[in-house]
T-cell receptor
Framework: AQTVTQSQPEMSVQEAETVTLSCTYDTSESDYYLFWYKQPPSRQMILVIRQEAYKQQNATENRFSVNFQKAAKSFSLKISDSQLGDAAMYFCAYRSALVGGSQGNLIFGKGTKLSVKP | NAGVTQTPKFQVLKTGQSMTLQCAQDMNHNSMYWYRQDPGMGLRLIYYSASEGTTDKGEVPNGYNVSRLNKREFSLRLESAAPSQTSVYFC??????????????FGSGTQLSVL
């Protein structure tokens, strides 16, 4: 079974600085998708960024980018120019590309709580 | 845009009581999901519906039932609530099925306490 590990329960960053959140995963599959979701205090989960495993190029979305290391099974999230609104729980998630049953279910890590200091 | 709407937002039950969590989406999505989130944990899939008329078990289905009433609505029922079902419940939807890079749209959750 696939697992997702976020080793940093909490992180803190100064406003306008850069922070990197770590995520590692375990899988024997070669085709899959990786996601970062943000959960602000409002509780509603919001997709931040996603990466297809077959793509070597790292995904970017404005101030958010990932460092995808397939061989190392690592998928870190970098937030540049941190803003107060970035304060939230961040969840890394894995999704198999295999079709059938719940194999394509999202598997979440336990999350990293990010605080942004003014 | 309402997106995914869940009701109620908060609920307190006594052990053994039953209740239904409601979820509706207005994005014409095919797939809908129910997750639970426990303290210090990520979300875990309870049930999902890949299309109208179909439902399947996820990772933690015991103690729950679901109904995909139509394309818009997907309800979660607790027949006899137990303290272990105290959690925050999230409904989500996506245009396509599992096993894709589809973005999931989430509701704002229902905080359920079972005493």
């Amino acid at each position: 079974a696939q697992t997702v590990t976020q080793s940093q329960p909490e992180m803190s960053v100064q406003e306008a600085e850069t922070v990197t959140l770590s995520c590692t995963y375990d899988t024997s599959e070669s085709d899959y998708y990786l996601f970062w979701y943000k959960q602000p205090p409002s509780r509603q989960m919001i997709l931040v960024i996603r990466q297809e495993a077959y793509k070597q190029q790292n995904a970017t979305e404005n101030r958010f980018s990932v460092n995808f290391q397939k061989a190392a099974k690592s998928f870190s999230l970098k937030i540049s120019d941190s803003q107060l609104g970035d304060a939230a729980m961040y969840f890394c998630a894995y999704r198999s590309a295999l079709v059938g049953g719940s194999q394509g279910n999202l598997i979440f890590g336990k999350g990293t709580k990010l605080s942004v200091k003014p | 845009n309402a997106g995914v709407t869940q009701t109620p937002k908060f609920q307190v039950l006594k052990t053994g009581q039953s209740m239904t969590l409601q979820c509706a989406q207005d994005m014409n999505h095919n797939s809908m999901y129910w997750y639970r989130q426990d303290p210090g944990m990520g979300l875990r899939l309870i049930y999902y519906s890949a299309s109208e008329g179909t439902t399947d078990k996820g990772e933690v289905p015991n103690g729950y039932n679901v109904s995909r009433l139509n394309k818009r609505e997907f309800s979660l029922r607790l027949e006899s609530a137990a303290p272990s079902q105290t959690s925050v419940y999230f409904c989500a939807s996506s245009e396509g099925p599992l096993a894709t890079n589809e973005k999931l749209f989430f509701g704002s959750g229902t905080q359920l306490s079972v005493l």
